[in-house]
């Protein structure tokens, strides 16, 4: 009876993707996947951007904190450990962090919950939900190795953002969308047609 109670309340949960961004180069890749989200599905979408983030993305696109809340359907300020992700109570599909720097990997790897970004990717992890972690970092060190193994180890999936050279002859606007695509994939979200290998001609 219990379980009946619990899936039945699963059911009519809406359907809520966590998105964090930390201060590692791609900032283009958080705004292109939320684009996307909010194009393919009719998910609520959780967004926190870091400080660091907000720094990289203005150095990169002179975006500020209003392009990531436009596309958001909730801001959080990354100090807010308070805030709803911050549980796991509150039900998600899970959580991506795009891009996510070695800093954010390193307190994923090691359980820190010292901030808002950290504490919901444990969260996510305690509870056996998707976490995905898209470092843009190169080259690796070993140090940032081992953090991908203890992440991966404990559940989740690491996806550095690679284009998909093979597609064809794609701008580079096509291969931000790919890879923006590729993540949205994870969580079950198709590609466009264009972004979908269906085999060599």
Not at 40 to 52: F, Q
Not at 128 to 155: C, D, Y
Request: hydrophobic share 50%; aromatic share 4%.
């Amino acid at each position: 009876m219990q379980r009946n109670v619990r899936d039945a309340n699963l059911a009519r949960a809406p359907s809520r993707l966590v998105v964090a961004v930390t201060g590692a180069s791609g900032s283009i890749l958080a705004l292109e996947l939320l684009r996307w989200l909010r194009e393919a599905t009719d998910w609520e979408l959780h967004v926190v951007v870091s400080a660091a983030a907000l720094r990289t993305a203005r150095l990169e696109l002179g975006a500020g904190r209003e392009a990531f809340a436009a596309l958001a359907d909730a801001l959080h300020a990354n100090k807010d450990i308070g805030a709803p992700i911050a549980s796991g109570s509150f039900v998600t599909l899970g959580m991506v962090v795009i891009p996510c720097s070695m800093n954010t990997l390193a307190a994923i790897a090691h359980g820190l919950g010292d901030t808002l970004i950290a504490r919901a990717a444990d969260v996510t992890l305690k509870e056996r939900r998707r976490l995905v972690l898209v470092p843009r970092e190169t080259p690796l060190n070993l140090i940032h190795l081992r953090n991908m193994t203890a992440v991966t180890e404990a559940g989740a999936v690491v996806a550095p953002p690679v284009p998909a050279f093979y597609l064809g002859d794609l701008t580079p606007q096509r291969l931000v969308q790919q890879i923006a695509m590729r993540v949205a994939s994870l969580f079950g979200v198709p590609p466009a047609p264009w972004a979908e290998w269906t085999g060599e001609a």
